[in-house]
């Protein structure tokens, strides 16, 4: 059923004799956005029939987006992702995996249904991580992770009606949740164990001045608090620190993920803290491959979207033949925090080293903090917070391994690229150069409007007709003026 | 012989009288066509005047200043060239006539191509596709408006049902709260426009421009977004999602007026800002405020140039920015709309009337076998005598000389040498041919290259129509007679046609087989064009010259004489077979061809104030500065240990060019900018690649990948 062999393997082997390796019927547990993606790279490709195995019981959806939701700004049905139905793949929700059979190539539903793969692909994402603290043992609705679209519908849930919120965890998922819900109007106090927020992404200078921009957002913050206990009620969740208590109407729980190891493990493959994959995405069965956030590419568990849908396309690319050759290489994370009035960007090492220039900026007042480590004129780590017009170039620069400016300060402050050329306009008519182009549209210098004066025109209508400054697109009218002003007030200049 | 025979129609109503010294006409350059006065002075010289007209408001740049100093140029072509010796024009012909029929008669009609030009008036474009179908018979016409048009083009299209640049007069721009220009630097391309754009930001109006070059029309705008080249479409996609995110979308239009919505949503959810900002190099907050400049504002329009249309993703990108307005509610809504920026003279009129390879009169597709008969009835030839659509631009001129391709071609208002894509690999097709004949007023690249010249009149000497930016129709006018030797295109079409075999009186010829007619008097053919056109998309059948002068120009589309023009579509409906307007998810999609360690730099190309396209005419006129260069960043320049006006050696898979480097820190650092005009060794398109656009088969001339190097002495 595959006559489109052909471009499977780009080696010399003839079309006949080739090995029949690629798969006719992929498998893929997991919709979510690993699993979505793949299903839709998969769907360009005529010959491969795909079943996708979601457990949830809707479509997939943008996971990024759900602290939008939080917020209020995305509407459920708003982050839903394309769905690759209809181009040869089968998209089943609602189902979940019971056991993978490797002898038999089989899954099994839980309905007892057995279905075969020729391929199997593991994208079963993660779970959030539930802290061993006392009172969390059980769950209450006052309580929730914050990790699904289900987690957040119980989250506006409790929300409804709440003046104050509690959340613990200061990382990016926490901050964006607790930005979300004081942007609904609650009084948000975050709970992080550590000295300072996103400790894994930021620096303590960073966290100081995202403390403050917090702060006049509605959010607190309580840094290096440990959680002993939690207890829920009808009225309300307490939460007792080492020393003190915190009570809110609600508490959530952003303390990490695990990845979704559980089919894998009972299957016999090989998982440490993910399913072990190797660069072509691999787990320990051939038969078998692992993207997203349930993998583990050398030391790195998933967690991030980019890299998901790098494996899912490097995944697709050697499934379907289009190249059989390409191999995940991963390319170092970029962190970006998105919510109103927050404006964060981190990215690769913050421990500077001899060999390292260490250039950053702070004005806490107006909540700026930018700070760049450079090795060899490449970036090797950067965080911006506030308003840095440079972000953007910053980001690009790290992922694409670019050489930065010779002067640090572009990248720094103000708008580095162009705009650095004052506008003729606002330039005094005595201190501009002869040579200076007054008019673009017609190529007429400074000089040449002297010139013209000094030929006899003696308005600007006569300078106009003469020169045809002006006349293009009308932009230097007012240094025309200026400068035949100024050219009629100067006897140095106004010679007939 | 000369080709000046009396017309087959008698000429009636023609407004130039024969002792005109004076007369009102257009610009002979950009779609702007801004409206101007030629004056002839006693001693003969053109004396050029702007007028006071709808479009240019009584400005012009320097090129339309000067246009008039090609008239008397000492190079102009007054006498046909055979091998490039004077013959002639009987020689010619007997040349060419015995060529195309040697050619057709070894390798089909086929093998006879017909290439075009976007600056032809309304009626060459027209008689050329006329002459392609009916005489040569050959699939194979397609025009350089390929590379300029073609993906706004199939974009409007396919989401509006029709493709017309502006569907709103330009004063519209100036009323817009915001405005949102991609790839459009209008300071330098169509100077007069740029009054539009500061009388908006005059009236406190927001302006963002997204270009990679901080362009004079960038540095003007009140934000410029200053993208990595070639990711203008998950800009737009990014713009989209932010637009959804915030709610600023206008559900009751979406579910009024368009159809498509609930996919195009989903595809803009897998775009937020921090990924499409990872992409673009555009910082979040800048796509923010630009998403919420255009949903806040009452009046809002979105329009795209060749910055955003000439990649092999044009006409998705396009859509995308279509999608983002159609979602904002924008198109039909009173001084809103998506419009593009259309380049050459009649980029607008030249894409309607049959010169596009799969297209006839009136916007027709040559497919559609009602539109065929319709065509054919008013030529009065069979329908079924009508070839299919042939090859697209590129793809012409990559075929030429080869097996199965063209072995002969006709050329009218073009030079492919100097503005086709890897131009050096085109060069050789061209040579390759058995026949090429080309007909201009100067000796072009490509015209040196010909086996016959053909020398024929310039804008100020002949009448006709063109149409402009906006879709309204304009009178070009002659000031005077073409000079002693030259003919007109039109001219040379009909004495071609009669030469190889028309009887021309649209009666049955040799054989029995009705042929069609061929006239070398413009508004005989306007005439017929409007009977071609009737019904049509772009319908001009109540368009006449007389009106177009007493209305100062008139807006397509038109069906009927008593009717008014429409400046204004869309404000009742799109013309799709629902009515409603088409959305189409498209996902953004990587370069061509990308930058890697061998050719670490990009290289866009584009188009210098003082020079117009291929540069055959504004090369030759003193007054206009220029010549090739390369701008390149301070920072990369350091590197390389470069100076201004050092020359530098930049080259890619496909060729090389030298030009000395202008330093310029309005550029990305990892972006070379070159302008196209110029030919040899400063020629940027031998540079660029070949990879087309699948829908649009547009070329991405705005990126590709190279490197750079000092060329040392």
């Known amino acids: 059923m595959n006559p489109g062999n052909t471009t499977r393997h780009g080696t010399a082997v003839p079309r006949a004799d080739r090995p029949r390796t690629s798969p006719d019927h992929v498998v893929i547990i997991g919709y979510g956005m690993a699993g979505a993606r793949l299903a839709t790279e998969l769907s360009a490709a005529p010959d491969v029939e795909v079943t996708v195995l979601g457990a949830e019981p809707h479509r997939a959806y943008n996971r990024i987006l759900l602290s939008s939701v939080l917020a209020g700004k995305h509407a459920e049905g708003d982050i839903t992702l394309t769905e690759a139905a209809g181009h040869g793949v089968k998209t089943r929700t609602g189902v979940t995996v019971t056991a993978i059979d490797r002898a038999a190539r089989t899954v099994t539903l839980d309905g007892g249904e057995q279905l075969g793969y020729d391929h199997l692909v593991l994208a079963t994402g993660s779970q959030a991580i539930v802290p061993p603290i006392p009172g969390l043992e059980s769950p209450h609705p006052r309580v929730a992770a914050f990790r699904t679209l289900e987690d957040c519908r119980r989250i506006l849930e409790a929300a409804d009606g709440a003046r104050t919120a509690l959340v613990l965890g200061g990382g990016l998922l926490g901050l964006e949740a607790a930005r979300g819900l004081a942007g609904r109007g609650l009084a948000v106090e975050v709970v992080h164990g550590v000295g300072h927020l996103m400790e894994r992404q930021l620096d303590p200078g960073a966290s100081a001045v995202l403390v403050r921009t917090l702060a006049e957002h509605g959010v607190a913050v309580h840094l290096a608090s440990a959680a002993i206990g939690v207890s829920a009620d009808a009225d309300g969740v307490t939460l007792r620190l080492d020393g003190r208590n915190l009570r809110a109407d609600l508490l959530v729980l952003s303390c990490g993920v695990r990845a979704d190891t559980a089919l894998a493990r009972a299957a016999g493959l090989r998982v440490e803290r993910g399913i072990v994959i190797d660069e072509t995405l691999r787990t320990s069965d051939p038969r078998i491959s692992a993207i997203g956030d349930c993998a583990q590419f050398g030391e790195v568990v998933g967690g991030l979207v980019a890299p998901a849908w790098e494996q899912a396309k490097v995944l697709a690319a050697r499934l379907t033949g289009a190249e059989p050759a390409a191999v995940y290489e991963p390319s170092a994370p970029v962190t970006r925090l998105k919510a109103s009035g927050i404006d964060l960007a981190a990215m690769g090492t913050l421990q500077a080293d001899p060999s390292c220039e260490d250039v950053s900026f702070a004005d806490p007042a107006r909540g700026t903090y930018a700070r760049l480590l450079i090795r060899g004129d490449r970036l090797a780590g950067a965080v911006m917070l506030g308003d840095n017009p440079n972000v953007g170039q910053v980001i690009q620069l790290f992922d694409r391994k670019g050489v930065v400016p010779r002067d640090r300060r572009a990248l720094l402050l103000g708008r580095a690229l162009g705009g650095a050329e004052a506008p003729v306009a606002t330039t005094s008519p005595a201190l501009m150069p002869d040579q200076a182009t007054v008019c673009q549209c017609n190529t007429v210098t400074k000089g040449a409007l002297v010139r013209c004066w000094r030929a006899g025109a003696r308005t600007v209508d006569e300078v106009v007709a003469r020169t045809r400054a002006t006349t293009g697109c009308g932009s230097c009218k007012d240094a025309v003026d200026g400068i035949v002003g100024w050219l009629s007030s100067s006897d140095s200049v106004g010679v007939s | ?713």
Request: hydrophobic residues 40%; charged residues 20%; neutral net charge.
């Open chain 2, 1 to 713: 012989m000369t080709p000046s025979a009396p017309p087959a129609t008698a000429v009636t109503a023609l407004p130039v009288l024969p002792s005109a010294r004076e007369v009102e006409t257009h610009c002979p350059y950009c779609a702007l066509q801004c409206g101007m006065t030629l004056r002839e002075q006693p001693d003969g010289r053109v004396e050029v005047a702007a007028r006071d007209f709808p479009t240019n408001r009584g400005g012009l740049c320097q090129k339309g200043w000067t246009s008039a100093e090609l008239l008397d140029h000492p190079e102009r072509l007054t006498t046909p060239l055979v091998k490039g010796r004077p013959a002639s024009w009987d020689e010619a012909y007997d040349y060419i006539v015995a060529g195309i029929e040697r050619v057709q008669a070894a390798h089909g009609r086929d093998a006879v191509a017909v290439f075009g030009g976007g600056g032809l008036t309304n009626e060459k474009a027209y008689a050329l596709g006329k002459f392609a179908r009916t005489v040569l018979r050959t699939a194979n016409i397609d025009y350089n408006g390929r590379f300029c048009m073609s993906s706004a083009a199939a974009a409007g299209n396919r989401a509006f049902g029709i493709d017309r640049g502006l569907p709103f007069p330009m004063a519209d721009v100036a009323a817009a709260d915001t405005l949102l220009l991609i790839g459009a630097n209008v300071a330098e391309t169509m100077p007069p426009f740029a009054r539009y754009l500061t009388e908006q930001r005059g009236s406190g109006g927001a302006q963002i421009v997204v270009d990679p070059r901080a362009t004079p029309t960038a540095r003007a705008a009140t934000l410029h977004l200053q993208p990595t080249p070639g990711t203008d479409l998950a800009l737009a996609l990014g713009l989209l999602h932010i637009v959804v995110a915030e709610g600023l979308t206008d559900a009751a239009y979406l579910a009024e007026r368009t159809t498509g919505w609930d996919e195009v949503r989903r595809t803009a959810a897998g775009y937020w800002p921090a990924r499409v900002e990872r992409i673009t190099g555009v910082p979040v907050a800048d796509l923010e405020a630009t998403a919420r400049a255009l949903a806040t504002a009452e009046r809002a329009i979105i329009l795209t140039a060749r910055g955003a249309e000439q990649h092999s993703k044009g006409v998705d990108t396009v859509t995308a920015f279509i999608n983002l307005a159609l979602a904002l509610g924008l198109p039909g809504r009173p001084g809103s709309g998506y419009g593009c920026l259309t380049g050459q003279g009649n980029g607008q009129g030249g894409r309607e009337h049959g010169q596009k390879n799969d297209q006839l009169p009136g916007y027709r597709k040559i497919d559609d076998p009602a539109a065929r008969a319709h065509v054919a009835a008013v030529w009065g030839v069979d329908p079924d005598s009508l070839p299919g659509a042939g090859l697209s631009a590129y793809e012409l001129l990559d075929a030429l000389g080869q097996p199965g391709g063209p072995k002969a071609m006709l050329l009218f208002g073009s030079n492919p040498v100097v503005s086709a894509p890897r131009a050096g690999r085109i060069t050789e097709r061209l040579k390759s041919l058995d026949l090429l004949v080309v007909c201009d007023f100067v000796l072009s690249e490509t015209a040196a290259l010909a086996d016959v010249v053909l020398p024929v009149a310039q804008w100020a000497e002949e009448d006709g129509t063109m149409t402009n930016l906006e879709g309204r129709v304009l009178r070009r006018r002659a000031l005077r007679k073409p000079p002693p030797g030259t003919g007109t295109d039109l001219a040379v079409l009909a004495e071609l046609a009669s030469r190889l075999g028309q009887t021309g009186d649209g009666r049955s010829g040799a054989g029995g087989v009705r042929t069609p007619r061929f006239t070398a008097d413009p508004y005989a053919v306007f005439e017929e064009l409007r009977r071609a056109t009737a019904g049509g998309v772009a319908d001009y059948a109540g368009v006449t010259w007389e009106r177009v002068d007493a209305e100062q120009g008139v807006f397509w589309p038109c069906p009927a004489a008593d009717r008014a023009g429409t400046p204004r579509l869309f404000e009742a409906g799109f013309p799709t077979p629902d009515g409603r307007a088409r959305m189409i998810a498209v996902e953004h999609r990587p370069v061509a061809e990308d930058i890697d360690a061998e050719y670490p730099l990009y290289l866009t190309t584009g188009r210098v104030l003082a020079q117009y396209q291929s540069g055959a005419q504004t090369r030759r006129i003193a007054a206009l500065p220029g010549g090739p260069f390369v701008e390149l960043h301070p920072d990369l320049a350091e590197r390389l240990g470069l100076a201004e006006g050092d020359q530098v050696r930049v080259t890619s898979r496909r060729g090389e060019l030298t030009a000395p480097a202008r330093i310029v820190a309005t550029i990305r650092p990892d972006t070379l900018f070159a302008p196209f005009h110029y030919s040899g060794a400063g020629r940027a398109n031998t540079l660029t690649g070949d990879a087309l656009d699948p829908i649009s088969r547009m070329p991405e001339f705005k990126v590709c990948a190279v490197r750079i190097e000092p060329v040392t002495p």
